[in-house]
């Protein structure tokens, strides 16, 4: 039997030892004979586990001390409005690069608490690339990007800059969060959604710097306030706290592999080994424009579109390749292969990318 790859684009495959580590937890949580799923977020270990999963995150990612770490619920989608909420003036605006469909999810949410302005947007190719040379408005007051577009595969090599000294960079990190090191000084606020590259789904990751945490421009509920969060340090209410416990043992694995710019060199590496498949087989190709391709989630379709899809599927599926079908709005297959997809699965879909070739011709 072959061994299973799973590339699903998210909920994702986890690092063996991360989940190595949450079935651990399950029975028996450091010798206290109660399970992490039972145990109070008010007993000294898991208040314990919160901090320690903050500074890990915080040594991996450089994080600078004016910044605080926050574990939330809701998913990336909850800050979506949590974002405008917080940080746009009742009477400002925010500008919005649209790369796709979770841009465009971002910029409906910001419509509803002010005004939107749309800098850039590559809808014109179904969002086969990155829009550059982004101007933001002088009197906004941030600029919202998705750095990867889970969806279509493009992602941001260089950020935008922000040209007005009070405005700053808010980015949905999803999809790519930890697959390198990035100079988190360059935002005001950062999200992901845990369950692509850092562990399973409940909990999301927010990075603001300390000036943007206070409550400033509107009455909105408790819980949709960053200040709510930051004084309780993420345990106002119930927080998740086994998936907090997985994404630290993830963290923990990325720190024993070499860190971030050991990540970043095997996600170049895994990525280019399948773009380059994709060049060379002469039945598949890229829709996305060549500099701003993902390394973590690769669309390609088939060059000839009289060759039914669900063909090759089918021929992945028997060989351990699961979850490869494109999202219906691109089509075709996509690879996610986040930080935990290892090497070997990427080699295996390769393989079947030129045994299809050859059956093919
Ligand atoms: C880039 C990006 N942003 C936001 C989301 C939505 O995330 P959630 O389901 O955590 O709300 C996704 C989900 O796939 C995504 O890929």
Partial sequence: MNDIYNFSAGPACLSEKALNGAKDVLLNYQSSGISLLEMSHRSPQVVNLFEETTINLKNLLNVPDNYQVLWLQGGASLQFSMVPMNLLPDSGSADYIDTGVWSAKAISECEKIGNVNVVGSSRDSNYTYIPKNIINNNRSSYLHITSNNTIYGTQYKAYPEVNNENSF??????????????NISDFGL???GAQKNMGPAGVTLVIIRSDLVENKYRNIPTMMRYETHALKDSMFNTPPVFSVCVVNE???WIKELGGLEKMEKINIEKSNLLYNEIERNSLFTSPVNKEDRSTMNIPFVFSDTNIIDQIFLDFCDNRGLKTLRGHRSVGGFRASIYNAMPISGVNALIEAMKEFEK???
């Fill in 169 to 182: 960079l808010v980015a949905d990190m999803s999809s790519d969060i930890l697959s390198g090191p990035i």
């Fill in 190 to 192: 950062i999200y992901a």
């Fill in 250 to 252: 993830t963290l923990k």
């Fill in 359 to 361: 059956n093919f011709s």
